[in-house]
C-alpha cells in the first residue's frame, strides 16, 4: 500500500463510527421497544396460563433464570467477538432472541413459558454487544457521545415499548400475543445491525480457544477493575433487576386496595414502566456531554451517589401514583451510570481484550438483574417487596463509597509506582 493511500486511514482510523452510532440508535431502540412492550405484563402473563402461587416468587425465577443462564454464556460470547468481531454477537443476539420471542406464545402451560424464557438467555446481550462494538470503533475524544446515544436509542425504546405494550394488551385476545409484537422488533433490530453496522478489526492471530478462567485472573489484577465489576452487579440489580419487580409491587398496591384513580392495571403497570426510561433517555444527551468534559472517575462517583439518592423514594411510596413518581425520579438520577462503567472499562482494558473486559463485566451485570427479581421472589412473601427496593439503596450508596475508596488506594500508591 502506498503512503497516500495508507493517508486517510491515519487521518480516519474509525471510518464507520457515524454510522455505527445511528444504525445502533435504532436497533437497540427498536430491540428494547420490543423487549419493554411485554416484560411488564410478565405477571399478567404468567396469571393467564394459570400460574396460581405468587407472582414475585414465579417472575424471580422466571427473569432470574433467564439472567442466569446469560452470565454463564456472557463471557464465553465476549471472546469469540476478541477472535472474530464484535459486530456478529450483535447479530446473534437480535436474530436469536427475536426466533425465541416469536415461539413463546405457542406456551399452554406456565413451565413451558418459564423454560422457553430462561432458554433465551443463551442469545442474551444486544446493547452490551452493541456497546463493545461502538466502543472498539469509536475515536476516544467522541466515545461519551457514541455510548452515550446509542444506550438514549436503548432507553427510549423502554420508554415506548410500555405505551406500545399497554395498547396491544387492550386490543389483542391474550397477553401472550404481545411476543409476536416483540419478536419481529426484536429481529428488526437483528437485521438492522447485520445491514447497516461496519466493524474495523485485526484479523484472527491463531486459533480459537476458551481462556475464560484465565482472562479473568488476568484482568482482576488490573486496578479498579475487580470494583467496576462489582458496580456493574449492583447497578444492574438496582436498575434493571428492579424493573419487573416494580411490575409486582403495582400489581399489590392495587390488589390491596390501593387508590388506583380509576385506572386499569393495564395503565399503571405501564406508567411505571414508562417512568424509569423516560427520565434516563432524556437525561442521557446531558450525561454524554459530562462524560466527555470531565474526570470520568469522578462523573461515575457522581452517577453512583446520585443513583442511590433517586433509588429512596420507590421504597416510601404507598400509593400507585407515588411509585410511578418515585422510579421517574430513579430513572433521572441514575441514568449516567452505565455509559460511565462503560467508559472506564474500555479505558482500563487490556489491548485486544476490550470485549472480553466488557463481556466480563456485563456478565456480572446480568448477574445482578437475575439476582434483584430472584431476591425479591424470595423475600417479597416474607418481608414485602419494599425491603428489596431498600436493599437497592443501600447497595448503591455502599457502590458510591467502594468506587471513591478505590480512587483513593490508587492515588495513595502512584508514587510508589512512578
Known amino acids: 500500500m502506498t503512503e497516500a493511500a495508507a493517508q486517510p486511514e491515519r487521518a480516519e482510523p474509525y471510518p464507520y463510527w457515524r454510522r455505527n452510532m445511528v444504525s445502533l440508535f435504532v436497533a437497540n431502540m427498536m430491540l428494547t421497544c420490543g423487549f419493554a412492550s411485554a416484560s411488564p405484563y410478565l405477571p399478567l402473563i404468567l396469571r393467564e396460563l394459570g400460574f396460581r402461587g405468587n407472582l414475585a416468587t414465579s417472575v424471580g425465577y422466571t427473569v432470574g433464570g433467564f439472567f442466569v ?9 465476549g471472546m469469540v467477538a476478541d477472535h472474530y468481531g464484535r459486530k456478529p454477537m450483535v447479530i446473534r443476539a437480535g436474530l436469536g432472541m427475536g426466533i425465541v420471542y416469536m415461539l413463546l406464545p405457542f406456551s399452554t402451560a406456565p413451565w413451558m413459558f418459564m423454560a422457553l424464557y430462561v432458554a433465551m438467555g443463551a442469545f442474551n446481550g444486544f446493547v452490551p454487544s452493541s456497546l463493545a462494538l461502538a466502543a472498539t470503533n469509536t475515536p476516544v475524544r467522541k466515545m461519551g457521545k457514541a455510548l452515550s446515544q446509542i444506550q438514549t436509542g436503548a432507553l427510549l425504546g423502554n420508554t415506548l415499548g410500555p405505551v406500545l405494550g399497554g395498547l396491544l394488551a387492550v386490543i389483542l385476545p391474550r397477553y ?3 411476543y409476536y409484537v416483540t419478536g419481529g422488533f426484536i429481529l428488526g433490530a437483528g437485521l438492522m445491525a447485520l445491514i447497516f453496522t461496519r466493524e474495523r478489526k485485526d484479523p484472527p492471530k491463531g486459533p480459537f480457544r476458551l481462556t475464560i478462567v484465565r482472562d479473568l485472573r488476568h484482568l482482576v489484577r488490573i486496578p479498579a477493575l475487580p470494583t467496576l465489576f462489582g458496580l456493574n452487579f449492583i447497578f444492574s440489580f438496582s436498575f434493571f433487576g428492579s424493573i419487573p419487580v416494580a411490575s409486582v409491587f403495582m400489581l399489590d398496591m392495587l390488589q390491596g386496595g390501593a387508590a388506583a384513580g380509576g385506572n386499569s392495571e393495564e395503565f399503571w403497570m405501564a406508567a411505571v414502566a414508562i417512568a424509569v426510561a423516560v427520565p434516563s433517555a432524556l437525561g442521557m444527551p446531558i450525561w454524554g456531554r459530562v462524560l466527555d468534559r470531565f474526570e470520568i472517575h469522578r462523573v461515575l462517583a457522581l452517577a453512583m451517589f446520585a443513583g442511590a439518592l433517586g ?46 473486559t466488557m463481556a466480563l463485566g456485563t456478565s456480572f451485570g446480568m448477574l445482578g438483574m437475575g439476582a434483584g427479581p430472584l431476591l425479591s421472589g424470595w423475600i417479597g412473601p416474607a418481608f414485602g417487596l419494599r425491603t428489596y427496593f ?11 463509597l467502594a468506587w471513591l475508596r478505590s480512587g483513593l488506594r490508587e492515588r495513595r500508591e502512584a508514587p510508589a509506582a512512578d
Do not use: Y
Open 311 to 356: 433509588s429512596i423514594p420507590t421504597w416510601l411510596a404507598q400509593v400507585p401514583l407515588h411509585l410511578t413518581l418515585a422510579r421517574l425520579t430513579f430513572g433521572l438520577l441514575a441514568g449516567g451510570i452505565m455509559p460511565a462503567l462503560v467508559t472506564v472499562m474500555k479505558q482500563l482494558a487490556p489491548p485486544g481484550m476490550e470485549a472480553r
Open 176 to 178: 401472550l400475543d404481545l
Open 69 to 77: 443462564v446469560s452470565f454463564f454464556l456472557t463471557p464465553m460470547w
Open 390 to 400: 431498600a436493599i437497592n439503596s443501600v447497595l448503591l450508596f455502599v457502590g458510591c
